[in-house]
């Protein structure tokens, strides 16, 4: 993590940021470096080089010790800059300074952003965003190769005690919170060869270290026989890894309070088993296990901030492999709660290892139901790679969820449920079959699939299309890109 501290007077380092909004004027250290510099940033401003538009930036050279380098970075329109793009903005700081390898930058925080953030709310923005920035899965580079990382960010304000304390006590929160990011992200992009369920399970139990109140079990292949999980195990049957049922519960609450349960997707690996996917759609599949590693994130940042409440994290794993022992396409296959479902497709094997876990659910007699999952490529068709899919029939589980959401800069975007699509996934020879009858609304009938198995409040994230960095997050280094836990400790914390 990086070494935050608010400084009145000034210090030096490997560079100045200077966040600005459109059509604003060089203030305080900035006016004073441009007296010194015989104008070098009024130029800058006066030749609309730069006008402070949204991510623009100008990289200036200086003949000072103490500033050698300026950075002026816009934010746009005052109105316009919501949490989400500030968060951009910051990000895109710590990946210049990265591509200039420089590890001590200065952040010049004008009084207009922490009047229009609050000081705790641009502290919290702040830390999070910079640190998910700053963070980069290159264990497998050469040394040289690897990132540059900004150790120190020394933030040039002045604010009454009350102020500084509260920009202080969102640093310190953002930072637990990226570290539940980064620690999902590490589980996601490790290599499936690495990462398999037993591995998953063992990096779940890191989270007892965390608070006195974190307990976590790991149900073998035997103990998941015995819970009749016979949809989750049908998954499992082709990979000669055994599978894993992760529980994890957090009693940080009142005493007898019902908790939150998140139930989160965990295949480590999915090649669409006997219906196998095609080569260009297997790339990433490491990545099937999001879900449940944003249930393990979102506990982690939870316990780092204390968070007063009772919450279990739910995450059957295993691979979805086409070995000899496979589940094949027309089988039966028996959930928990006895109900039988008619495989129409092994690549449909989310749903199946998920509604095992929201049936055991049910033995928490939970306040709600969460559940997150990388499901469907429906989702990506219907919505694109920025938002993920919202499901529930409760709407002040979903009010509530889109208010988190916003108020982070994630982006849900509720979707429908309804009679049509239970309709499409009843089977003709079982109970429910794993796909719909058409081709259509492919995300909605996954959902109403899962919601099969439920008898709580309860809701459905689909996060297939973003959970991942790259054309769409350009200040995040890729892979995972941490998509949830934002949301989900919010959603806790209110």
């Known amino acids: ?81 919501d949490i989400r793009r500030l968060k951009q903005v910051l990000g895109l700081v710590i990946q210049t300074a990265q591509s ?76 637990s919170i990226a570290e539940g990011t980064e620690f999902l992200r590490t589980l996601g992009n490790t290599p499936p060869s690495e990462m398999t369920p037993t591995k998953l399970g063992k990096e779940a139990q890191k989270l007892e270290r965390l608070h006195k109140n974190v307990k976590v079990k790991v149900l073998g292949e035997t103990e998941i026989k015995k819970l009749k999980m016979g949809s989750f195990l049908a998954v499992s049957n082709g990979s000669e890894h055994e599978p894993k049922f992760i529980i994890v519960e957090f009693n940080n609450g009142k005493k007898g309070e019902k908790p939150t349960v998140l139930v989160g997707k965990g295949i480590t690996f999915d090649s669409g088993g006997l219906s196998i996917k095609p080569a ?36 059957p794993t295993c691979e979805n492999m086409p070995g000899g022992k496979a589940y094949r396409p027309d089988d039966i296959v028996t959930a928990m709660n006895g109900k039988t479902i008619e495989v129409k497709n092994t690549d449909a094997e989310g749903r199946l290892i998920l509604c095992d876990a929201l049936v055991y659910a049910s033995k928490y007699k939970p306040k709600e139901v969460i559940d997150l999952a990388t499901l ?35 982006l849900l975007w509720r979707l429908p449920l309804g009679e049509e699509y239970s309709e499409a996934m009843k089977s003709e020879i079982a109970d429910y079959q794993n796909i719909g009858k058409t081709r259509y609304a492919g995300a909605s009938t996954a959902a109403a699939f899962l919601e099969f198995f439920t008898d709580y409040p309860w809701a459905h994230i689909d996060l297939s299309g973003s959970y991942t960095a790259g054309k769409m997050h350009p200040w995040l280094h890729g892979g995972a890109n941490g998509f949830g836990v934002q949301t989900m400790v919010e959603y806790l914390n209110t």
């Open 1 to 81: 993590m990086m070494k935050f501290s608010v400084e009145t007077s000034t210090k030096s380092g490997d560079l100045l940021v200077v966040p600005l909004f459109e059509k604003k004027k060089p203030e305080g250290l900035l006016k004073q470096l441009d007296t010194e510099h015989d104008g070098l940033i009024s130029n800058v401003l006066n030749s609309k080089d730069f006008e402070g538009k949204l991510k623009s930036v100008s990289f200036l050279y200086t003949k000072s010790k103490d500033h050698p380098r300026i950075l002026l970075v816009g934010l746009g329109e005052a109105k316009k800059c």
């Open 100 to 175: 200039k390898k420089l590890s001590k930058i200065i952040l010049q925080l004008s009084s207009e952003m922490v009047k229009q953030f609050s000081a705790y709310g641009l502290g919290k923005a702040m830390a999070t965003s910079m640190e998910m920035a700053d963070y980069a899965f290159d264990n497998y580079k050469e040394k040289d190769a690897k990132v540059c990382h900004v150790r120190e960010v020394l933030l040039h304000m002045t604010l009454e005690t009350k102020e500084k304390n509260l920009l202080l006590k969102g640093i310190a929160e953002g930072q």
């Open 376 to 410: 469907t490529g429906a989702c990506v068709v219907a919505i694109g790679e920025e938002r993920s899919g919202l499901f529930s029939q409760d709407e002040k589980i979903v009010e509530k969820l889109t208010r988190s959401a916003d108020s982070v800069g994630e």
């Open 280 to 315: 260009e759609h297997m790339l990433n599949m490491k990545f099937d296990m999001l879900g449940g590693a944003t249930v393990l994130g979102s506990i982690y940042a939870a316990a780092k901030l204390n968070i007063k409440k009772n919450i279990v994290g739910l995450v």
